[in-house]
């Protein structure tokens, strides 16, 4: 059931102002396009994405970000990396298409799944006549599940479900997430939907939760980590922020009521600095909020209601902490340290003149035929031209052999090398030509 107290507080008579958080949280939102990070109490702001383009923004319990960019699903680093781009069933841009989304992604609190608002068209007739007469289009709308980090259908494969007549999804925990808004009156204002069950694609049945009957709409819900409260942007056109205490959270389902559900509206703010309040998300310990409206991102404390409804400790008008942010998510993980500035280009240096290039040396080609002590090692040695030709065959350092001759033209001369010495031996050939560079080569010869 749902007991309404303290129901249309105005914000102007809620007292004491939002205490900063004392942990290492961060809340990922949306500015001029971009992902953005910023710590609890605005003291620091580190810029995720630079690229633009993003809509909307969700961040798991370490830290992995999914972000919307155009109809696909980013996944990022801290530190604006695309770790994974990638579409959803209903990412079509086509313009005769029947589905439209994704919308308001959000990721799971293990990273694994993100869940996300999807639109249909479709079409019936009135009562009293047939096709193709009388057609009326019916906007439907759900909530569709992916993997985080690819292309998930939602019935074949390693489908995770989808869930018709609920949009706007938060995490419960990391097996059922808390959906409103239903496309179809007089359904509950809020459902819960258990991933384990496969989704209504996959044939769970419907976990119904509540309704609040003392405004028109609710949309865009979260409940805290020990789902003791409960905030929801409400209202026409979301112009309420409403926040709950929840007695008593389902434990079973009876012909499709929940078993021992207590939830009490205590308060809301109403007037947006312009537009509409977006979609709240609770800090890690549930102490706080934050959310947005026209103006930006703002805070604000939620008193520890214990097991009555109190004002004491609630925000009484939250001020904008950042202008121009949108779509905050509340999340444990840190704000990056600041991106050291690349150091400074240094100075040009004066162009060097440029050095001489020493000609190339030519190499001496040489072919050793045989190799004995008997017989001598016999070389063969092209030559450029005349000049004197000599070889040296060392054991270690001791000379075993020498030989040397005049060549007369250019070609290829032979030499013969007797050494006094069996086995590995080092022969050095030169060549000293009439005019010219000496040219040398040393070879390693066996010589049996």
Not at 144 to 162: C, F, M, N, Q
Not at 358 to 384: D, E, F, M, Y
Request: glycine share 10%.
């Amino acid at each position: 059931m749902i007991r309404t107290l303290l129901a249309g507080l105005a914000a102007a008579f809620i007292v004491l102002a939002c205490a900063s958080s004392a942990s290492a949280d961060s809340i990922a939102y949306i500015k001029d396009g971009n992902v953005w990070l910023t710590t609890p109490d605005g003291s620091r702001q580190y810029q995720v994405t630079t690229t633009g383009g993003y809509s909307d923004v969700t961040q798991s319990d370490d830290g992995t970000i999914v972000a919307l960019n155009g109809v696909r699903l980013h996944k990022l680093a801290r530190d604006g990396a695309v770790q994974a781009d990638f579409a959803t069933p209903v990412s079509s841009t086509s313009p005769g298409k029947s589905f439209w989304g994704p919308y308001d992604p959000a990721i799971s609190p293990d990273g694994t799944k993100v869940a996300y608002t999807y639109y249909w068209l479709s079409q019936t007739t009135t009562p009293d006549c047939f096709p193709p007469k009388c057609l009326v289009a019916l906007n439907e709308g759900g909530t569709g599940y992916t993997w985080s980090d690819r292309l998930t259908d939602w019935k074949t494969g390693d489908a995770i479900g989808y869930h018709s007549g609920w949009r706007h999804p938060s995490w419960v925990d990391n097996d059922m997430t808390l959906l409103t808004n239903p496309t179809h009156i007089p359904n509950h204002d809020v459902l819960l939907d258990r991933i384990s069950d496969g989704g209504n694609g996959h044939g769970n049945m419907v976990m119904a939760w509540f309704s609040d009957l003392g405004t028109t709409h609710m949309s865009g819900a979260e409940i805290t980590r020990d789902k003791r409260k409960l905030a929801a942007a409400t209202g026409d056109d979301d112009k309420t922020l409403s926040v709950y205490l929840v007695r008593g959270f389902p434990s079973a389902w009876k012909d499709g009521n929940p078993i021992g559900s207590d939830v009490v509206r205590c308060y809301r703010y109403e007037g947006p600095e312009s537009g509409s309040y977006s979609q709240p998300s609770w800090s890690p310990d549930g102490s706080q909020m934050a959310f947005a409206d026209g103006a930006g991102l703002k805070i604000a404390a939620v008193p520890n209601f214990a097991s009555e409804c109190t004002l004491d400790g609630a925000t009484p008008k939250p001020a904008t902490m950042i202008a121009g942010a949108s779509e905050p998510d509340w999340g444990p993980a840190d704000v990056p340290p600041a991106r050291v500035a690349a150091p400074p280009a240094p100075p040009a240096q004066p162009a060097q003149p440029a050095q001489p290039t020493p000609p190339a040396r030519t190499s001496l080609s040489v072919t050793v035929g045989s190799a004995s002590k008997k017989a001598g090692v016999r070389l063969s040695v092209k030559v450029t031209g005349k000049g004197k030709l000599s070889a040296v065959a060392k054991a270690g350092r001791k000379t075993v052999g020498k030989a040397s001759k005049t060549v007369k033209r250019a070609g290829t001369a032979s030499l013969k090398l007797k050494v006094s010495k069996k086995g590995k031996l080092a022969v050095t050939v030169t060549f000293k030509p009439s005019s010219g560079e000496t040219m040398t080569k040393t070879l390693s010869v066996k010589v049996r």
